[in-house]
């Protein structure tokens, strides 16, 4: 079955960084798009970012353009999120999707997602 192993989350200051890890298995990996997303407890989702299977296409929304880069290796079924400049407002637990945008219906999410990890930015 498709698992989806996020790593890499943790506590950094404002203005550093982290890299965020998503191990992919049970589906073939370089056929899809996949995504990453957030959530603040009692709050909604955000796309962080997306990324089309050969990496020819990627997304950001305003709030992250510029600070972090989605990526992939196909060849190691993994998808990378580098998050950089971090802010306060970056805290959230961060979730890798199977899909070039994450589907959720109310607070239900659609599809295949990792279990989060989480990362918090505080000085």
């Known amino acids: 079955q498709v698992q989806l192993v996020e790593s890499g989350g943790g506590s950094a200051q404002p203005g550093g960084s982290l890299r965020l890890t998503c191990v992919a298995s049970?589906?073939?990996?370089?056929?899809?798009?996949m995504s990453w997303a957030r959530q603040v407890p009692g709050k909604g989702l955000e796309w962080v970012s997306g990324?089309?299977?050969?990496?020819?296409?990627?997304y950001y929304p305003d709030s992250v353009k510029g600070r972090f880069t989605i990526s992939r290796d196909n060849a190691k079924n993994t998808l990378y999120l580098q998050m950089n400049s971090l802010k306060p407002e970056d805290t959230a637990v961060y979730y890798c999707?199977?899909?070039?945008?994450?589907?959720?219906?109310?607070?239900?999410?659609?599809?295949?997602w990792g279990q989060g990890t989480q990362v918090t930015v505080a000085s």
């Open positions: 990324i089309s299977s050969d990496s020819s296409t990627t």
């Open positions: 049970g589906f073939t990996f370089s056929d899809y798009g």
């Open positions: 999707v199977k899909n070039y945008y994450p589907v959720v219906r109310g607070t239900v999410k659609v599809g295949s």
